[in-house]
């Protein structure tokens, strides 16, 4: 199945099929985009896996932590280009501290 996937001019938009979707912050560093892309992962995991077995709490945690790592992506939340660079740089630090935390 092929997408078609592109961008606004402004940047702040990605368009698949002719869905508008949040993009993420361009000013996180690459090693905070990762990290925070390996919560994604995790969680967005941890999601189908509650799903499957039929565990309300856990998919419901699990879907909170999507949640927070897309906040702290910037896909979520005050738009990034509506934030000055000391308010995206509390975003992006807030949602590692509470998705590194033990439990978190």
């Keep these: 199945m092929t997408r078609e996937v592109g961008r606004t001019e402004d940047g702040r938009w990605l368009v698949v099929d ?4 949040r993009a993420a912050d361009p000013a996180l ?3 905070v985009r990762a990290r ?3 919560h994604l992962g995790v969680a ?4 189908r896996s509650a799903g ?4 309300d709490a856990a998919l419901a945690a699990a879907r909170a932590r ?3 790592a897309k906040t702290g ?4 939340g005050t738009a990034w280009w509506e934030q000055d660079d000391a308010a995206r740089r509390a975003r992006w630090e807030a949602a ?4 590194d935390a033990p439990g978190g």
């Design 29 to 31: 560093p690459d090693d």
């Design 36 to 38: 925070l892309l390996h």
């Design 44 to 47: 967005r995991s941890a999601v």
């Design 52 to 55: 499957r077995t039929g565990d």
């Design 66 to 68: 999507v949640r927070l």
């Design 18 to 21: 002719g869905r508008r979707w």
């Design 96 to 99: 590692l501290s509470a998705l």
């Design 73 to 76: 992506l910037g896909e979520r």
